[in-house]
């Protein structure tokens, strides 16, 4: 479990736990004016609050480690646990945040950096993702009314007894007779296919589109893209 940053926190603390460097190389880094909060450089032991935007020029190089970021569109068929098999060696050391199903295909985020797991993962924090889906049956606005609705699932509650469970979409749109856009901020178990079988949907192909601020694009199956830039500074705000 990564450590969870408890604001307000001491800007060398925050960029020690961001990976960027140590407390002391931090103190260093700021002393050179190479940190930036909110549009303005930071000083030594400034606390940080939520929703600061911290900045780290990229002329840095602190004494922490050098975190990746990718984008992966996992096709049909693999099971996520079986990504990292797939990934050329160069990649280095990463594993993925989150999973899809093995009928699943679309976006998923690979990084080597275990403190963001939480932050991304725990349905607390609502962050949205987008799946595309195709289903058998002609879709209808009464459809897209029962999903943002709710509609209530039986699930096995490992006890070997059921339970009764809700699960509704933030925002569904439809895209054609066929196709639907469904945001989620929870992540369930099997929660599109659940949610579609409650709406008497039948699901013959599902892709994650989105995740917060990334999206697939044009990425094909089994490749990987780097996320660095203006969007990775956009995703990793978004999450803090």
Do not use: C
Request: no cysteine; glycine share 8%; charged share 30%.
């Amino acid at each position: 479990m990564s450590e969870e940053i408890k604001f307000p926190i001491r800007i060398n603390r925050y960029l020690e736990l961001q990976g960027v460097a140590t407390r002391k190389g931090a103190d260093a880094l700021i002393e050179q004016g190479l940190v930036w909060i909110n549009g303005q450089k930071a000083v030594l032991g400034y606390k940080v609050e939520r929703g600061d935007r911290v900045e780290v020029s990229p002329a840095a190089s602190g004494g922490g480690k050098k975190f990746i970021y990718l984008a992966y569109h996992k096709p049909r068929g693999l099971a996520t646990e079986d990504i990292k098999n797939k990934l050329p060696i160069s990649v280095g050391d990463v594993f993925p945040l989150g999973r899809l199903d093995k009928e699943s295909e679309g976006l998923i985020l690979l990084t080597n950096n275990g403190r963001i797991t939480d932050r991304l993962l725990n349905p607390k924090f609502a962050h949205e993702k987008i799946y595309e889906v195709e289903v058998r049956e002609k879709v209808s606005p009464m459809h897209k009314k029962i999903l943002e609705g709710g509609v209530i699932s039986r699930v096995s509650s490992g006890d070997s007894r059921l339970k009764s469970e809700k699960l509704r979409a933030k925002e569904v749109e439809i895209l054609d007779s066929h196709r639907l856009a469904i945001t989620l901020t929870e992540g369930k178990k099997h929660e599109i296919r659940r949610m579609l079988a409650g709406a008497h949907l039948t699901v013959v192909s599902l892709k994650r589109a989105q995740i917060m601020n990334i999206k697939l694009g044009n990425l094909t199956p089994s490749k990987t893209r780097e996320l660095k830039g203006q969007e990775l500074k956009e995703f990793l705000a978004m999450l803090y």
